[in-house]
């Protein structure tokens, strides 16, 4: 109504101008008396602290993560798992103020899968200061013929530390958003011979998290190469 009022022709600009104020009051206490108290939750900047870490000599921290697929530990049968076809992980990094301050967060995806072979990477999405995801075969059994059967990868994320801001790399969680089921890897130390797939098996839970969280990033993380320790994280099926 009080926009309808505005646009009326300047025939009527004296009448319209002197109910814009009682128009403006009527809404206001129509608005509080239609809000009720106690129920907006109030926003609060997240405040975080981080020493400098290593000075990188291209500006790049590498975070890792270490994955494996094995059964939970109330399944029948321990032993390890290969997905049907993998997993897609959210990555956050959170860059932190020497002093303490507000935090700066980031955000990256990307998608593993086995292909029978080996692990691949699809789906990468990067953000302005996280910029390369790469991958680290992990380990085989043989199951004859040439054909190999994994459980585990790792997952290197290069990231720019500090940031812009000068705020630096404080940690990297990361989270899955989609698990695929597996199967059993049966015999996965070949001692009996070559390894093969048992049954199928499912996620036992809807996602798995796991934080790359440091004291400080090290020299060690200046390169991005498969000898990096971070975090590691085990995806469990029943």
């Not at 390894?195 to 390169?223: K, M």
């Amino acid at each position: 109504m009080a926009v309808l009022l505005v646009h009326r022709s300047r025939a009527n600009a004296g009448s319209v101008l002197a109910l814009v104020p009682v128009l403006l009051l009527a809404l206001v206490i129509g608005m509080l008396a239609g809000t009720p108290t106690g129920d907006v939750p109030p926003v609060y900047a997240a405040y975080c602290t981080q020493p400098a870490n290593y000075p990188c000599g291209d500006g790049r921290t590498t975070s890792a993560l270490a994955v494996t697929h094995h059964t939970s530990p109330g399944h029948g049968t321990s032993t390890v798992v290969e997905p049907d076809t993998g997993e897609t992980w959210a990555i956050t990094a959170q860059w932190c103020p020497t002093a303490g301050g507000q935090e700066n967060l980031e955000y990256a995806y990307a998608t593993v899968s086995w292909s029978g072979s080996q692990w691949q990477l699809s789906n990468v999405t990067l953000s302005n200061n996280i910029v390369g995801v790469s991958i680290c075969q992990g380990d085989t059994c043989d199951a004859g013929g040439g054909a190999v059967h994994s459980r585990s990868y790792k997952l290197l994320v290069e990231i720019n530390d500090p940031d812009p801001g000068g705020n630096n790399l404080n940690k990297v969680d990361y989270v899955t958003t989609s698990v695929s089921d597996g199967y059993l890897v049966m015999d996965p130390t070949e001692t009996q011979g070559d390894c093969y797939l048992g049954s199928s098996v499912s996620p036992s839970a809807p996602s798995f998290v796991a934080t790359d969280e440091p004291y400080t990033f090290t020299v060690a993380r200046c390169t991005t190469n498969c000898d990096i320790t971070g975090a590691s994280v085990t995806l469990y099926y029943e």
